[in-house]
């Protein structure tokens, strides 16, 4: 296994169209995040998944937003009716929990880019 | 809610000597984990440390260490000997262990190493 892969890399839209983007989390791995960066920020959460089942959303995900992670493997965040403020770096990362025995790391992707104009 | 607080967001340091990048957490979980990571300017997120809240012993990976102060919620990243290839943007980050909470993260610190 590669580690986590996210397509695509770079992605410019219109304001107003809908994009979608792809998260191919470590094979073994039962959890998956996405964050939100923007320039000069710290990643900011927006959702995870334990396995299939979506644990938590932050309030940054507005209706507009939506994620799945229909078998439990590979993750896709939509966004709809993109706006100019939606423009930022989305992260894609996963790990492995074993139900509170230790912390383990999140294991990142190298980010798709989203530029609105 | 779980809080991290970086209060210098950049940093200078000459090369082969060591450096301190601050971080103080605020949270109410018992157990918890602190991570640090870093980010070059290529964009990936690079995991660097581990600190469990109950570890006795402040952790080391290479020339990295934490130093972790419980009683004053603070877990500095100490890097040993910079490198020219040190300068990215390094992240502290936490979350409760076992629960169903996310990695929380700071605002990071930039750190530049100088020839």
């Known amino acids: 296994d590669t580690g986590v892969s996210q397509d695509p890399r770079h992605k410019i839209t219109k304001r107003g169209q809908n994009v979608t983007f792809r998260c191919d989390p470590i094979s073994e791995h039962n959890r998956l995040y996405w964050y939100r960066q923007t320039l000069g920020q710290g990643p900011e959460f927006l959702t995870y998944?334990?396995?299939?089942?979506?644990?938590?959303k932050s309030r940054l995900l507005s209706d507009r937003f939506s994620a799945e992670r229909p078998k439990g493997s590979f993750s896709t965040l939509e966004i709809q009716r993109t706006e100019q403020g939606d423009s930022a770096m989305y992260l894609c990362a996963s790990s492995l929990e074993r139900g509170g025995i230790g912390g383990t790391e999140a294991f990142f992707g190298q980010g798709t880019r989203l530029t609105v104009v | 809610a779980q809080k991290i607080t970086q209060t210098q967001p950049g940093m200078f340091v000459q090369e082969k000597e060591a450096v301190t990048l601050d971080c103080t957490y605020d949270?109410?979980?018992?157990?918890?984990?602190l991570f640090w990571y870093k980010q070059p300017s290529s964009g990936e997120m690079i995991f660097l440390i581990y600190q469990g809240s109950y570890d006795e012993q402040n952790a080391t990976e290479g020339r990295y260490s934490l130093n972790f102060q419980k009683a004053r919620k603070s877990a500095n990243l100490v890097i040993s000997a910079s490198q020219l290839g040190d300068s990215a943007m390094y992240f502290c980050?936490?979350?409760?262990?076992?629960?169903?909470?996310?990695?929380?993260f700071g605002k990071g610190t930039r750190l530049s190493v100088i020839a």
């Open positions: 949270t109410s979980d018992q157990s918890y984990g």
């Open positions: 998944f334990q396995n299939e089942a979506q644990l938590e």
């Open positions: 980050a936490m979350r409760e262990i076992g629960g169903n909470t996310p990695l929380v």
